[in-house]
């Protein structure tokens, strides 16, 4: 006995470590968790994190405008994911969420965002590539400039030449992407578009320096060569969505539509593979289409987090009253342990995190109601070994050790659902049903924690005390 | 002592008189799915205090965008939800705008629109989920249950409490639905699935008991065993349910208005779960025992091509205690394809 007593203490300080850790983690204005070891860093900040529902913002669904037959290449939906993620993060949402779902489905959740429409057009859109003719205007990478967009031109034809990047193009040119000014000045002739270009990659031309090769259709090889032979010597520059990437100096006219971008000395890898990528995805690499999208205003929001709190607040106080008066004694432990039980549950939504929606903070109250079952089926237990003439000590461990089996496969069966449920929830990015499925699951597994070991516990160090000798403190 | 056992044809009654007017319901009217399971949108606009805005205005001005089967409900606030076909961003964004310049300022509370591809997908893919969780629970019960003889019993009964609940549950959406357009959407899909989880929870919970006195008791009659079970956990099981009606009826009072249909639809399903694992799920086992035929024939009725299977097979390879039952079992088949037969052509005279 006197190791098993060593063993229920030394459980009890690891049981009021952990509700004073959890407590402390609950409580807001915590510091977060900031640890910088060596390799090791972590920057969290703890706090419940709202989903859309309870303080409004954006969820939509993309979907690939394809042919339903066609299948969907899954890196150019990986590309389509980090352009997304690019643009999106150009508006400022704190906490966007930005995922694949299936092989040709996108979700984003853009919680507070208050221009819905604007946000949609922003990662909707299919980026606008354009080549466009700058006479002998050198333009800043980054610059905003005013195009025609419509493609048309006739100029002499020359024979073959080659395209070297001008020598200003080099890391040294200060890169001001932060160019918010209004276009104005000179309008310029777009020569050819994205939908003219078949491919893009980084080679290594012949002193083995860096340079970037494309190659365009017919109709854009046309254009080109008519293009180049008449404005040998001048500027010509990529545009991605009215922003400057890069420029170059015509040195020859090119028929063919093989394009060779050089520079003196070669690019720098990275730039250049900056180059190919928006030459190759400036348009989306696929075409994407709303499906789903729902928005929430945030008083909407607010208005439900306040009444749902007050509803767990009164849901909870009710059981704990009625454990008390039901079952007394051991009612009062239970009492105890359910408070512990929402105080861990709450910390483990703020460090996993688990993103509160409406759904959730009931898959929660209910999971309240859940974690008393398992008191309840244990001290149902202990009441019939009293009644059957059962010592105190001994009817409450057998009241654990019958009552667990039925807790096992009555959570496990919960658990099963709540699984379907998450995978069912997270296939069509229908957050709330996912966070239901999440908050009761976890629910389910802290409960068997708290209503067991916590519960076991407080009553063995009781009863090893000495204090508690009546049945009737047990409500028999 | 009280005698569940003994009077379970009371208790089956019960459940019939809860069951049937929702199985007919859902045979005549079916369900309202909302714009998740059809596609569609839904847009929540509330107007200044003092803006006069009739629903038919609203509809109207749908109208005139091409949206001519709009459905606009007003509520308190002067707060309007208009459910039409699938509006894109631009549609919308005109509507409003057009909505500003008519009846004053508005502000967007809520917008929701489904594709009509991801809507029946939605739909589809509901079916298999809740398939797919009876299933892998049906697969459960028998592995918890292997040390027992006849372990899919257990199994199959609590699937037949469960099919009770969900009966219940999606009659009851169906009857609401008639009477004040509830609709059908992921969060019904999220209860419903719910208290199939906690329907067989609480099965477990009394099967195991008798599990465990079956063993200790060896040698008494089913029906004294099953019964003792069934007191032994009554306790329990009307505690716990009072302690989950009392954290939803919290959420139901308090919680606001989003979730209040589905805090409804959880509460009435966790009801009817406690019911069918004391009253059904453990009485069925006893049945089972005792009167496998009526089992037989319910499912004949109600499945009208499984019985006329197990009625042929009775026919002609029956034992001589089961081979009587087969007249029986084709005649139930026979009344279950009139009855629903009747009810479906019934719903073809109903004008939609």
């Given at each position: 006995m006197f190791t098993d007593r060593h063993r229920t203490v030394a459980l009890l300080g690891c049981i009021i470590v952990l509700a004073l850790g959890a407590a402390w983690v609950d409580l807001p204005g915590n510091p977060g968790i900031h640890i910088h070891l060596g390799p090791i860093n972590v920057d969290r900040d703890l706090e419940l994190r709202r989903g859309l529902d309870l303080q409004g913002g954006l969820e939509v669904l993309l979907e690939a405008d394809l042919p339903a037959e066609e299948t969907v290449d899954a890196a150019a939906m990986q590309a389509t994911r980090a352009i997304i993620e690019q643009r999106v993060n150009g508006l400022g949402v704190s906490e966007p969420l930005i995922q694949l779902s299936g092989s040709r489905r996108i979700i984003v959740e853009l919680p507070g965002i208050e221009d819905p429409e604007r946000a949609i057009e922003t990662f909707g859109e299919t980026g606008l590539l354009e080549f466009i003719h700058a006479g002998y205007d050198y333009l800043i990478p980054g610059a905003v400039v005013t195009t025609t967009e419509e493609v048309s031109l006739a100029t002499p034809v020359t024979p073959t030449v080659m395209i070297t990047a001008t020598p200003?193009?080099?890391?040294?040119?200060?890169?001001?992407?932060?160019?918010?000014?209004e276009p104005e000045g000179p309008v310029y002739q777009t020569?050819?578009?994205?939908?003219?270009?078949?491919g893009a990659a980084m080679d290594f031309g012949e002193l083995g320096l860096i340079e970037i090769h494309f190659q365009l259709n017919d109709e854009g090889a046309a254009l080109f060569a008519a293009y180049t032979a008449g404005n040998v010597g001048q500027l010509m520059c990529i545009v991605l969505d009215k922003e400057v990437v890069s420029c170059a100096t015509i040195n020859q006219a090119i028929p063919d539509g093989k394009v060779r971008i050089t520079r003196e000395g070669g690019f720098p890898p990275e730039e250049a593979e900056d180059i190919v990528i928006r030459l190759r995805y400036g348009a989306l690499p696929i075409p994407l289409r709303v499906e789903t999208s729902r928005t929430v205003g945030p008083t909407l929001g607010e208005d439900s987090l306040q009444k749902s709190l007050l509803a767990g607040l009164i849901g909870l106080t009710t059981v704990i009253v009625f454990m008390l008066l039901y079952y007394r004694f051991p009612g009062l432990l239970a009492d105890v342990a359910l408070v512990i039980y929402a105080v861990v549950v709450v910390a483990l939504y703020e460090f996993i995190p688990v993103v509160l929606t409406l759904p959730g903070i009931a898959g929660f109250i209910l999971s309240v109601g859940m974690a008393v079952d398992a008191n309840i089926l244990i001290f149902e237990r202990m009441k019939e070994e009293l009644r059957a003439g059962k010592g105190l000590r001994l009817a409450v461990e057998q009241g654990f050790s019958r009552a667990w089996p039925s807790i096992r496969d009555s959570n496990f069966s919960t658990l099963i659902t709540c699984a379907i449920l998450f995978w069912f929830g997270s296939y069509f990015g229908a957050s709330v049903v996912k966070g239901f499925a999440l908050t009761l699951g976890l629910g389910v597994v802290v409960s068997m924690f708290t209503a067991i070991i916590v519960t076991r516990t407080f009553l063995r160090l009781i009863i090893d005390l000495d204090v508690v000798k009546h049945h009737r403190w047990f409500g028999v | 002592m009280l005698d569940i056992v003994g009077k379970r044809y009371w208790y089956y009654l019960i459940s019939a008189i809860v069951v049937v007017p929702g199985l007919i319901s859902l045979i005549l009217f079916g369900l309202n799915f909302s714009i998740d399971f059809t596609g569609g949108s839904m847009l929540e606009v509330q107007f200044g205090e003092s803006a006069a805005v009739h629903p038919a205005q609203v509809k109207e001005l749908f109208g005139e965008y091409g949206f001519g089967d709009t459905v606009v409900q007003s509520s308190q606030g002067n707060v309007f939800l208009i459910r039409s076909k699938t509006l894109d961003s631009e549609t919308k964004m005109a509507i409003e705008d057009e909505m500003e310049k008519r009846f004053g300022t508005l502000t967007e509370l809520r917008f929701e629109s489904v594709g009509p591809s991801v809507g029946g997908e939605v739909q589809r893919r509901a079916y298999m989920v809740v398939a797919l969780a009876a299933g892998a629970i049906l697969i459960y019960i028998s592995f918890a249950f292997r040390?027992?003889?006849?372990p899919v019993r257990y199994g199959a009964c609590a699937i037949i409490a469960m099919v009770h609940d969900i009966l219940v549950v999606v009659g009851l959406a169906s009857i609401l639905g008639v009477l004040h357009g509830w609709e059908v959407d992921s969060l019904f899909l999220t209860a419903l699935l719910t208290v199939i989880g906690f329907s067989v929870h609480d099965s477990i919970v009394v099967f195991d008991r008798i599990r465990e006195n079956s063993k200790r008791y060896?040698?008494?009659?089913i029906e004294d065993v099953v019964n003792h079970s069934v007191i032994q956990t009554l306790d329990r099981s009307i505690n716990t349910q009072l302690t989950v009606v009392f954290t939803l009826s919290a959420l139901l009072l308090?919680?606001?208005?989003?979730i209040r249909n589905f805090v409804l639809t959880l509460l009435i399903g966790i009801i009817s779960g406690t019911y069918s694992s004391i009253f059904n799920a453990s009485p069925l086992l006893v049945e089972w025992e005792r009167r496998p035929e009526l089992l037989i024939y319910v499912l004949s009725f109600l499945v009208p091509p499984v019985g006329l299977v197990v009625g042929i097979y009775l026919l002609l390879k029956g034992s001589g205690r089961s081979r009587p039952w087969a007249k029986v079992c084709l005649l139930c088949a026979l009344g279950g394809v009139v009855a629903i037969g009747g009810l479906l052509l019934l719903r073809g005279l109903i004008p939609s």
């Amino acid at each position: 006995m006197f190791t098993d007593r060593h063993r229920t203490v030394a459980l009890l300080g690891c049981i009021i470590v952990l509700a004073l850790g959890a407590a402390w983690v609950d409580l807001p204005g915590n510091p977060g968790i900031h640890i910088h070891l060596g390799p090791i860093n972590v920057d969290r900040d703890l706090e419940l994190r709202r989903g859309l529902d309870l303080q409004g913002g954006l969820e939509v669904l993309l979907e690939a405008d394809l042919p339903a037959e066609e299948t969907v290449d899954a890196a150019a939906m990986q590309a389509t994911r980090a352009i997304i993620e690019q643009r999106v993060n150009g508006l400022g949402v704190s906490e966007p969420l930005i995922q694949l779902s299936g092989s040709r489905r996108i979700i984003v959740e853009l919680p507070g965002i208050e221009d819905p429409e604007r946000a949609i057009e922003t990662f909707g859109e299919t980026g606008l590539l354009e080549f466009i003719h700058a006479g002998y205007d050198y333009l800043i990478p980054g610059a905003v400039v005013t195009t025609t967009e419509e493609v048309s031109l006739a100029t002499p034809v020359t024979p073959t030449v080659m395209i070297t990047a001008t020598p200003e193009l080099t890391p040294t040119v200060p890169l001001t992407p932060s160019v918010s000014v209004e276009p104005e000045g000179p309008v310029y002739q777009t020569i050819l578009t994205g939908r003219h270009l078949t491919g893009a990659a980084m080679d290594f031309g012949e002193l083995g320096l860096i340079e970037i090769h494309f190659q365009l259709n017919d109709e854009g090889a046309a254009l080109f060569a008519a293009y180049t032979a008449g404005n040998v010597g001048q500027l010509m520059c990529i545009v991605l969505d009215k922003e400057v990437v890069s420029c170059a100096t015509i040195n020859q006219a090119i028929p063919d539509g093989k394009v060779r971008i050089t520079r003196e000395g070669g690019f720098p890898p990275e730039e250049a593979e900056d180059i190919v990528i928006r030459l190759r995805y400036g348009a989306l690499p696929i075409p994407l289409r709303v499906e789903t999208s729902r928005t929430v205003g945030p008083t909407l929001g607010e208005d439900s987090l306040q009444k749902s709190l007050l509803a767990g607040l009164i849901g909870l106080t009710t059981v704990i009253v009625f454990m008390l008066l039901y079952y007394r004694f051991p009612g009062l432990l239970a009492d105890v342990a359910l408070v512990i039980y929402a105080v861990v549950v709450v910390a483990l939504y703020e460090f996993i995190p688990v993103v509160l929606t409406l759904p959730g903070i009931a898959g929660f109250i209910l999971s309240v109601g859940m974690a008393v079952d398992a008191n309840i089926l244990i001290f149902e237990r202990m009441k019939e070994e009293l009644r059957a003439g059962k010592g105190l000590r001994l009817a409450v461990e057998q009241g654990f050790s019958r009552a667990w089996p039925s807790i096992r496969d009555s959570n496990f069966s919960t658990l099963i659902t709540c699984a379907i449920l998450f995978w069912f929830g997270s296939y069509f990015g229908a957050s709330v049903v996912k966070g239901f499925a999440l908050t009761l699951g976890l629910g389910v597994v802290v409960s068997m924690f708290t209503a067991i070991i916590v519960t076991r516990t407080f009553l063995r160090l009781i009863i090893d005390l000495d204090v508690v000798k009546h049945h009737r403190w047990f409500g028999v | 002592m009280l005698d569940i056992v003994g009077k379970r044809y009371w208790y089956y009654l019960i459940s019939a008189i809860v069951v049937v007017p929702g199985l007919i319901s859902l045979i005549l009217f079916g369900l309202n799915f909302s714009i998740d399971f059809t596609g569609g949108s839904m847009l929540e606009v509330q107007f200044g205090e003092s803006a006069a805005v009739h629903p038919a205005q609203v509809k109207e001005l749908f109208g005139e965008y091409g949206f001519g089967d709009t459905v606009v409900q007003s509520s308190q606030g002067n707060v309007f939800l208009i459910r039409s076909k699938t509006l894109d961003s631009e549609t919308k964004m005109a509507i409003e705008d057009e909505m500003e310049k008519r009846f004053g300022t508005l502000t967007e509370l809520r917008f929701e629109s489904v594709g009509p591809s991801v809507g029946g997908e939605v739909q589809r893919r509901a079916y298999m989920v809740v398939a797919l969780a009876a299933g892998a629970i049906l697969i459960y019960i028998s592995f918890a249950f292997r040390h027992v003889s006849n372990p899919v019993r257990y199994g199959a009964c609590a699937i037949i409490a469960m099919v009770h609940d969900i009966l219940v549950v999606v009659g009851l959406a169906s009857i609401l639905g008639v009477l004040h357009g509830w609709e059908v959407d992921s969060l019904f899909l999220t209860a419903l699935l719910t208290v199939i989880g906690f329907s067989v929870h609480d099965s477990i919970v009394v099967f195991d008991r008798i599990r465990e006195n079956s063993k200790r008791y060896a040698g008494s009659p089913i029906e004294d065993v099953v019964n003792h079970s069934v007191i032994q956990t009554l306790d329990r099981s009307i505690n716990t349910q009072l302690t989950v009606v009392f954290t939803l009826s919290a959420l139901l009072l308090y919680g606001g208005v989003t979730i209040r249909n589905f805090v409804l639809t959880l509460l009435i399903g966790i009801i009817s779960g406690t019911y069918s694992s004391i009253f059904n799920a453990s009485p069925l086992l006893v049945e089972w025992e005792r009167r496998p035929e009526l089992l037989i024939y319910v499912l004949s009725f109600l499945v009208p091509p499984v019985g006329l299977v197990v009625g042929i097979y009775l026919l002609l390879k029956g034992s001589g205690r089961s081979r009587p039952w087969a007249k029986v079992c084709l005649l139930c088949a026979l009344g279950g394809v009139v009855a629903i037969g009747g009810l479906l052509l019934l719903r073809g005279l109903i004008p939609s």
